[in-house]
């Protein structure tokens, strides 16, 4: 079974609105962290928020934000405020702490920007 | 700070030479990842490195493929013979490693490679 799943291939957005990219887990640990990466044309990897399974209060970052559900196990990214630099590759990750320090990877989302 | 650096940043070569890839991680941390990302399969876990020591290979493709870890502060990913189909980018990227939940992973730039 997938680690990781991102069910949008790709994403449309209309400059300065919100737009949410999905993304779900799978794991039985009960101590995991999940993270998102955003990889824009120019091809780094570029880190962008971490939320811990303990962690109660969703995380945010400036204008992203993780809509942490644990129970559905889902770890959605919000952005709010679309700008033209948001247009990329966003990547959900997982780390399951029991088990190392491998990272599983989605498939991504390719997010455009429309002005 | 410095974060991972690669080198080559891009690699043009022919079948059947062997490749180097280098990767300096961030001082200080204490695990290494190699990954190949490529249009068809995504990004893919090649091996990784806990204080030096290679944990798992399983992603490594085939026997053309090595890594190696001589001390905290270098790796190499070898490829010898390369064939076309290794054409792909290939990145580094490098977490503390103190198993806190917190570990998050930086990444290199990536290493361009193709192979004619």
């Known amino acids: 079974a997938q680690k990781i799943t991102q069910t949008q291939p790709g994403m449309f957005v209309q400059e300065k609105e919100a737009v949410t990219l999905d993304c779900t887990y799978d794991t039985s640990d009960q101590s995991y962290g999940l993270f998102w990466y955003k990889q824009p044309s120019s091809g780094e990897m570029i880190f962008l928020i971490y939320?811990?399974?303990?962690?109660?209060q969703n995380a945010t970052e400036g204008r992203y934000s993780l809509n942490f559900q644990k129970a559905r196990k889902s770890a959605n990214l919000v952005i709010s405020a679309s700008q033209l630099g948001d247009s990329a590759m966003y990547f959900c990750?997982?780390?399951?702490?029991?088990?190392?320090?491998?990272?599983?990877f989605g498939t991504g989302t390719s997010l455009t920007v429309i002005p | 700070d410095a974060g991972v650096i690669q080198s080559p940043r891009h690699e043009v070569t022919e079948m059947g030479q062997e490749v180097t890839l280098r990767c300096k991680p961030i001082s200080g941390h204490n695990s290494l990842f190699w990954y190949r990302q490529t249009m068809m399969r995504g990004l893919e876990l090649l091996i990784y490195f806990n204080n030096n020591v290679p944990i798992d290979d399983s992603g490594m493709p085939e026997d053309r493929f090595s890594a190696k870890m001589p001390n905290a502060s270098f790796s190499t990913l070898k490829i010898q013979p390369s064939e076309p189909r290794d054409s792909a980018v290939y990145f580094c990227?490098?977490?503390?490693?103190?198993?806190?939940?917190?570990?998050?992973?930086?990444f290199g730039p990536g290493t361009r490679l193709t192979v004619l």
């Open positions: 990750a997982m780390r399951e702490t029991n088990t190392g320090n491998q990272f599983y």
């Open positions: 939320q811990g399974s303990y962690d109660e």
């Open positions: 990227a490098s977490s503390p490693g103190t198993g806190a939940g917190t570990d998050t992973q930086y």
